[in-house]
């Protein structure tokens, strides 16, 4: 609470503060909502107190003469959970404001919200035709802090399958991911899969100055489709032959003319299900427009249910995806993923993850960025509505663009607390 009214100085800020502060209040005196017998709001509020190495994200050498790269920060988040179930449709729905203040770095104080959920259509689109599947997921995040790999293993989003490892400078960045995911049944055991993403990232003015001559980033627009035939081996095992096209269309985030390129794979997929645990593999080939490049691609996907007490996620891929950060078009991703939380007791939950990611700009690849990422966070539930935390993260950013070559390493820790009305 010190740094935080240490960093509150400006008087907007402090109006600001108090508006959240009574919204958190007016929270607390309600329980959660039952709006419906079928639907629950839970609101909670936290707040997070932490040391930053680099705010900035960017080596010493690139930033502004008097930038200072570290500070402590300060984070008050507002959070409402919506859980919707009837007899045909479920929702799953978490929104999340938040206002972040700096104790050196006041200018860059900001505020930001993210959406994250799916709605389950199933039992809907069953009434028209028997044993199909159709659900759609959206995530939207608005905030100059863009992580590079998503944190949590838990209560992953649904477009953890999206992450490429790629940290770029801070910016306000627009994020916007919507999924659309179904299946037809043919006959009992064969099925056609299919789906598309819509892909939006739309990015302001650089932070802790310009780099003139360089253009850091590129606006974004990306639609994905997918589809293929499914055969059902056991009640358990399932194989696919799936065919996957991506359209893409950027242009420099400071203003210029379009560019597009497009990205065809063809994969087989061996998928195994547990109702504890699933497996899923993928490998195929990938080509590559305009430039012309084919490379071997494929994902392998290994994950427990969350309600376990230990939960376990792992993900290794090589595909590939747009680049919007020191260079356009496309980049090769290699990306490896692993997270695991171990529920230790009723009220304690300790939970780490390591991230590496090695993109390859084309057309050559020999330009690349690589990110090593590892984070850990203890988390004890003092009562049944606080729970507090301690966490800490570590970044090493190797990058080596036809732009831009630079290295640096970033850390970030501190303590959480969290109220949540349920």
């Known amino acids: 609470m010190i740094f935080l009214l240490w960093s509150c100085r400006c008087a907007e800020i402090r109006r600001l503060f108090r508006v959240m502060v009574a919204a958190v209040l007016l929270w607390g005196a309600l329980p959660a909502l039952s709006v419906h017998a079928e639907t629950i709001i839970v609101p909670s509020a936290d707040l997070r107190s932490y040391y930053d190495s680099n705010v900035y994200r960017r080596p010493k050498q690139l930033l502004a003469p008097g930038t200072q790269p570290e500070d402590f920060a300060n984070m008050l988040g507002a959070n ?10 479920e929702v799953d729905m978490k929104i999340r404001g938040f206002f972040q203040s700096y104790v050196e770095n006041t200018n ?44 949590g293993v838990r209560d992953l989003p649904a477009d953890a399958g999206l992450t490429t490892g790629i940290q770029g400078f801070r910016a306000n960045t627009l994020y916007n991911t919507t999924q659309l995911n179904g299946n037809y049944p043919v006959s009992r055991d064969l099925s056609v899969e299919g789906g598309y993403t819509f892909v939006l990232r739309r990015i302001g003015r650089l932070q802790g100055g310009d780099l003139q001559g360089t253009t850091v980033f590129f606006n974004t627009m990306a639609h994905t489709w997918f589809g293929g035939p499914r055969y059902q081996l056991t009640r358990n095992d399932s194989v696919a032959v799936l065919y996957r096209q991506t359209f893409i269309t950027q242009s420099a985030a400071q203003g210029g003319r379009n560019f597009d390129t497009n990205l065809i794979s063809l994969a087989g997929d061996y998928t195994k299900e547990f109702q504890e645990w699933g497996f899923t593999i993928q490998g195929g080939i990938t080509f590559v427009e305009p430039v012309g490049r084919a490379f071997p691609s494929g994902t392998l996907t290994v994950k427990t249910q969350p309600e376990r007490d230990t939960v376990v996620y792992l993900r290794l891929s090589r595909q590939a995806m747009p680049s919007y950060f020191l260079q356009g078009g496309a980049v090769i991703s290699n990306v490896a993923s692993l997270g695991i939380s171990r529920r230790i007791y009723e009220r304690l939950i300790l939970e780490g993850m390591v991230g590496f990611g ?32 301690i966490f800490y993260i570590y970044q090493n950013i190797d990058t080596n663009s036809s732009s831009l070559q630079f290295q640096y390493s970033r850390s970030q820790a501190g303590l959480m607390l969290t109220v949540a009305w349920e």
Do not use: C, M
Request: zero cysteines.
């Open 80 to 89: 409402v959970a919506l859980l919707h179930k009837t007899r045909d449709i």
């Open 108 to 151: 860059r104080n900001y505020v930001g919200a993210t959406l994250n959920g799916h709605v389950g259509l199933d039992h809907w689109i069953d009434q028209y035709v028997r044993g199909a599947r159709l659900r759609i997921a959206e995530t939207l995040r608005y905030t100059p802090e863009q992580p590079s790999f998503l944190q």
């Open 358 to 389: 090695y993109n390859e700009y084309l057309p050559t690849t020999d330009r690349k960025l690589q990110n090593i990422t590892a984070s850990s966070k203890l988390a004890y539930k003092l009562t049944r509505t606080i729970t507090g935390e």
